[in-house]
């Protein structure tokens, strides 16, 4: 075995975006592609002798062969040790787990997320450092740069070594240990959760039916759900990842997860219902004919919080991201804690967390989360729910229906315009960005402008600054309308429209959400030309 030396030289587009480097996969088989990045990851960390490096992915197309050459990357440059999850299979909340549990230096996740798989899906790389959670902008950045310059990688030439087997091994002087990859996290998940009061709750004929769409998250809620908790065979259902997801995509919002959708709308549907994504860090959660947003579930979570051992303690605060509706402010109100307003992306709640001043977290496209990891979790949110279903011994939709009452319903939606012409989405918000100064004061569809920006953020921790995060339109009534485009799609642009209407009227709180924000999507598409700019009459996908 030796190290090699490879010539090679930068390629185009390798800027990390909110989640990592996300391509096609077809994109990063292509010669080098991988190993530019990797490189371009080591180079930023330094001198990497002697640390140990978390390495897993969400078992999609590629992901076996990417770890074996990060594997022989990482000898190359002098780690002590790499903790790889068996057959290559580590959540994204697990490995921040793993990271924090093990004190390593950091983690290498495979994954896109919630993005199709297959070999001609989608693949991705991200980069997490030692408190667990993503890479900051600036190391991504620094990433993104050496990426540019590159002309060299190191990579060991040992053959490829067995990761289906828990136990060590040696790669040309390095330690792998290939782990268990529920182990650490379903520890920490029974410190946090009351686990008994989940299993009497099973014990007295509760159902539930757990999608893990063929996803990362299948095997933890077997393990977890099944094995720890009682819950009967079968609860968890598409519990196997395949490398393609069963050639469905693993987003679990209403429209991709229709299987799960059926059968809690059945007659016999079972009392709680929830999914998670592909790499385990989404969440979905229903009720019989009744799902839940993800913007009332941070809010529900926070505001029953004392219901889980773990956060009986209270509350620090609660982040949620500028485009997440504003329900959780309002439980944040009546707690006497802060709420902070980030940008999208979980790493920009890891400061708020590390620094103690945040609990609790949360973003709109069903991603929820707390301080004890370093990511948003799925597996997590939907034992905080049974644990609260537990200790209310009341159904989903009283719960939600009583929150409500005590703070007010916000309508919310999400409005997707998927692969539209990048020039196009680049001039609708040009266009939105040069109308923004002249939208106060007036009127859209019965609700009067409050103020219109371009959301920027000052990270109230480290004071580091970011801009145009996503034009808001806020009326005076508490409505809002924000536009952003997404760092998380691989081809073209992804316009989302969010859309929020506050309802203090209990007698309001049950009309169909599209219904009840009709007046704010005729005003959204008016302001923006959506379907001038995208060609587009309607979005691709709502949520």
Same mark, same amino acid.
């Given at each position: 075995m030796a190290i090699q030396t490879v010539t090679t030289h930068p390629i185009p587009g390798q800027r990390p975006g909110t989640s990592g480097l996300r391509k096609k996969v077809h994109t990063f088989s292509q010669p080098h592609y991988l190993e530019n990045f990797i490189q371009s990851v080591f180079y930023t960390l330094g001198d990497c002798a002697g640390k140990t490096l978390v390495l897993g992915g969400d078992g999609r197309y590629h992901n076996r062969a990417a770890i074996q050459t990060i594997l022989k990357m990482a000898a190359a440059h002098g780690y002590a040790q790499v903790l790889v999850g068996r057959s290559g299979i580590l959540s994204t909340p697990a490995v921040s787990c793993v990271i924090r549990k093990r004190q390593a230096s950091g983690g290498i996740i495979l994954s896109a997320s919630h993005n199709p798989g297959g070999p001609d899906g989608d693949f991705g790389v991200k980069y997490n450092i030692a408190a667990g959670g993503p890479a900051p902008e600036s190391v991504t950045? /620094?990433?993104f740069h050496h990426s540019e310059t590159i002309?060299?990688?190191?990579?060991?030439?040992?053959?490829?070594?067995d990761i289906d087997t828990i136990g060590t091994v040696q790669l040309?002087?390095?330690?792998?240990?290939?782990?268990?990859?529920?182990?650490? $996290?379903?520890?920490?998940?029974?410190?946090?959760?009351?686990?008994e009061a989940i299993r009497a709750l099973f014990a007295g004929g509760f159902t539930m039916r757990f999608d893990g769409m063929h996803a990362v998250s299948g095997p933890y809620a077997k393990a977890i759900i099944e094995g720890m908790l009682g819950a009967p065979a079968g609860t968890v259902i598409n519990a196997v990842p395949l490398e393609d997801f069963g050639g469905h995509h693993p987003d679990p919002n209403p429209v991709n997860a229709s299987e799960l959708i059926a059968l809690m709308a059945a007659a016999d549907a079972p009392d709680f219902g929830a999914a998670s994504d592909g790499d385990g860090d989404r969440n979905m959660i229903l009720g019989r004919k009744f799902d839940v947003t993800p913007s009332d579930s941070l809010a529900i979570l926070a505001a029953n919080a004392a219901v889980a051992p773990g956060y009986r303690g209270g509350l620090k605060g609660i982040a949620r991201s500028m485009p997440t509706s504003r329900a959780a402010d309002r439980v944040a /109100? !009546?707690?006497?804690?802060?709420?902070?307003? %980030?940008?999208?992306?979980? #790493?920009?709640?890891?400061?708020?967390?590390? !620094?103690?001043? /945040? %609990?609790?977290?949360?973003e709109e496209s069903y991603g929820t989360g707390s301080d004890h990891v370093r990511e948003k979790d799925g597996v997590w949110a939907v034992l905080f729910w049974l644990n609260l279903l537990a200790a209310s011994g009341k159904p989903v939709q009283q719960i939600v229906a009583e929150h409500w009452a005590r703070f007010g319903r916000h $309508? $919310?939606?999400?409005?997707?315009?998927?692969?539209?012409?990048?020039?196009? !989405?680049? &001039?609708?918000?040009?266009?939105?960005?040069? #109308? &923004?100064?002249?939208?106060?004061?007036?009127?859209?569809?019965?609700?009067?402008?409050?103020?219109?920006?371009?959301?920027?953020? %000052?990270?109230?921790?480290?004071?580091?600054?970011?801009?145009?995060?996503?034009?808001?339109?806020?009326?005076?009534?508490?409505?809002?309308?924000? $536009?952003? &485009?997404?760092?998380?799609?691989?081809e073209g642009a992804t316009l989302r429209v969010y859309l929020e209407l506050f309802e203090a009227d209990p007698t309001q709180h049950h009309r169909p959400t599209q219904q009840a924000l009709a007046g704010l999507i005729a005003a959204a598409e008016s302001v923006a030309s959506i379907a001038l700019h995208t060609g587009r009459a309607t979005p691709t996908v709502i949520t």
């Open positions: 950045e /620094a990433i002309t060299q990688y190191r990579i060991s030439d040992a053959a490829d070594i040309d002087g390095m330690q792998v240990e290939v782990i268990d990859p529920v182990a650490d $996290y379903a520890e920490l998940m029974a410190r946090l959760f009351d686990f /109100a !009546a707690l006497g804690i802060p709420c902070y307003e %980030t940008p999208t992306g979980w #790493k920009f709640f890891g400061t708020l967390l590390d !620094a103690g001043m /945040a %609990t609790l977290c949360g $309508y $919310y939606s999400r409005h997707d315009y998927e692969a539209i012409d990048s020039e196009g !989405a680049r &001039l609708l918000m040009a266009d939105l960005r040069i #109308k &923004l100064p002249a939208l106060a004061g007036t009127v859209l569809n019965a609700h009067t402008v409050d103020f219109a920006d371009d959301f920027a953020y %000052t990270d109230p921790v480290d004071g580091s600054t970011v801009q145009q995060q996503g034009v808001r339109i806020v009326m005076r009534d508490g409505s809002r309308i924000v $536009y952003r &485009l997404s760092g998380t799609g691989t």
